[in-house]
């Protein structure tokens, strides 16, 4: 008896195993952007916590690994391969373009649905390949978006343009420069720093030379603050704009008052859509904030999960089918997404930072 017994308890243990739904969601947990992997981790936590208690599906339960890809272009594809061996079908992620573009490769060769809620670098798209999405807009959109508020705000001004040589940072930065020149605009300065470089006096006193007016930098918030900070320590008052990677009360740690008046481009903000209360409020009722990627990884993975039901299967074909030819009610809004992956109504605005919050700027 007892080898039928663990016969059957091993039977037991393997059909247990498979009914199970493993979704992924992958970014910054660790490193400088860490912040907002907090925010995509928090968001698609409770969007499988709601997905379960509704019955999971296809009637089997969602389980959730979250994985850490540093924004490392290396580490974002060994993570995809483990994900891959692992039986994920789903990844909400990554946020660092330069991390998503690598690890699309894997998913796509793979048959693995990504959706990332934060990727903005049109290549990710572009090549259109199969099963990539994104739920945010693209640098050559919200590049347009602010280089065209610098010209509106500080006509006449002088603008320097600095990125952090990264896919999304460079690709940003160059995006609001080919618009300025568009505009018969030429940037009074050019420059290119290196991410984890802490030093910027040299950067700040070529701004000064140059006798800046505003700054629009294509990069993350680590750097920004920085920037900001040491430019108001050496009496250089230029406003600094920059992209949706600021989107992070971790900017205002590193900048403090000095960081008054950034500007930055971000999508609406979802807390502020009547859909998203209800799930505003249960962050709250747990002492946490949903900033930034919160509300838009939750969006995420509830788009897969509604593409499932829609199709009625995980199958790949059926879920790409699924995801192309609906619209879905989420709670930042109703989502489509074009033959790319692309969302097919994206949106920027233009925000301020103020009192260690960020608000529309007018």
């Known amino acids: 008896m007892r080898p039928l017994l663990a016969l059957l308890f091993s039977l037991f243990l393997t059909t247990a195993a498979k009914a199970e739904i493993l979704l992924a969601t992958v970014g910054p947990m660790t490193g400088q952007n860490a912040s907002i992997g907090e925010q995509m981790r928090r968001g698609a936590e409770l969007a499988v916590k709601h997905i379960n208690a509704n019955g999971g599906l296809l009637g089997e339960q969602v389980k959730l690994s979250v994985m850490d890809d540093v924004c490392d272009p290396k580490q974002a594809t060994t993570v995809a391969q483990k994900l891959v061996n692992d039986g994920a ?20 060769e793979e048959g693995i649905v990504m959706i990332s809620p934060a990727s903005t670098a049109p290549e990710l798209t572009d090549r259109k390949l199969s099963g990539i999405f994104r739920l945010c807009g693209r640098d050559d959109q919200q590049g347009v978006i602010g280089a065209q508020y610098l010209l509106k705000t500080f006509a006449n001004k002088n603008i320097a343009i600095i990125h952090d040589k990264t896919a999304y940072g460079k690709g940003l930065a160059d995006v609001a420069k080919a618009e300025l020149n568009k505009n ?8 290119a720093i290196t991410v984890g470089e802490r030093d910027f ?6 701004m000064k030379q140059a006798k800046v007016d505003v700054i629009f930098y294509g990069g993350y918030y680590t750097e920004a603050g920085l920037i900001v900070r040491q430019a108001r320590d050496q009496g250089l008052k230029a406003p600094l704009m920059a992209g949706d990677s600021l989107i992070t009360k971790e900017f205002w740690t590193i900048t403090g008052a000095a960081g008054e008046g950034t500007l930055m481009t971000f999508s609406p903000d979802p807390r502020l859509e009547p859909t998203a209360q209800k799930i505003v409020e249960e962050f709250r009722k747990t002492g946490y904030e949903p900033e930034g990627y919160a509300l838009y990884n939750y969006a995420t993975v509830m788009v897969y999960a509604d593409a ?13 089918k699924a995801l192309h030819s609906n619209s879905f009610a989420t709670i930042i809004g109703n989502i489509q997404f074009d033959p790319k992956g692309d969302v097919t109504a994206p949106a920027y605005r233009v925000y301020n930072w103020k009192d260690g919050a960020y608000i529309y700027a007018k």
């Open 89 to 108: 079908v789903f990844v909400a992620g990554h946020f660092c373009s330069g991390a998503s573009i690598p690890a699309s490769n894997i998913y796509s």
């Open 184 to 191: 018969a605009v030429t940037p009074a300065l050019y420059e």
């Open 201 to 206: 006096s040299a950067l700040v006193t070529k």
């Open 308 to 320: 499932v039901k829609k199709a009625n299967s995980t199958k790949l074909p059926d879920v790409l």
